[in-house]
């Protein structure tokens, strides 16, 4: 198991920058993939950004040349560096970590932190 802690979410106004971090308890080597997805009100979860294998990223087409994902393995953390912010960002971010348990895949959670841009 691993448990996931965010940060770093607030109130900004368009075209501003936040960073979000998420501290995993175990080492990030041990996880298979991590990363971001956000959930605005009525919406469905979404994914935003993750490391898939290796080193291999994966954004979603709306953030993609605003938001980068990066890593410390030394302190267990990813980061999500949000640029250019948009209120249609808005939205509560969670950080995903999976796992293989007996070769399947468990999905972990972080509780989640609210961005809110204003326009």
């Known amino acids: 198991q691993v448990q996931l802690v965010e940060s770093g979410g607030g109130l900004v106004q368009a075209g501003g920058s936040l960073r979000l971090s998420c501290a995993a308890s175990?080492?990030?080597?041990?996880?298979?993939?991590m990363g971001w997805y956000r959930q605005a009100p009525g919406k469905q979860r979404e994914l935003v950004a993750t490391?898939?294998?290796?080193?291999?990223?994966n954004y979603a087409d709306s953030v993609k040349g605003r938001f980068t994902i990066s890593r410390d393995n030394a302190k267990n953390t990813v980061y999500l560096q949000m640029n250019s912010l948009k209120p249609e960002d808005t939205a509560v971010y969670l950080c995903?970590?999976?796992?293989?348990?007996?070769?399947?895949?468990?999905?972990?959670w972080g509780q989640g932190t609210q961005v809110t841009v204003s326009s």
């Open positions: 175990r080492s990030i080597f041990s996880i298979n993939a």
């Open positions: 995903n970590a999976v796992m293989l348990v007996r070769g399947l895949p468990n999905n972990y």
């Open positions: 490391f898939t294998s290796g080193s291999n990223t």
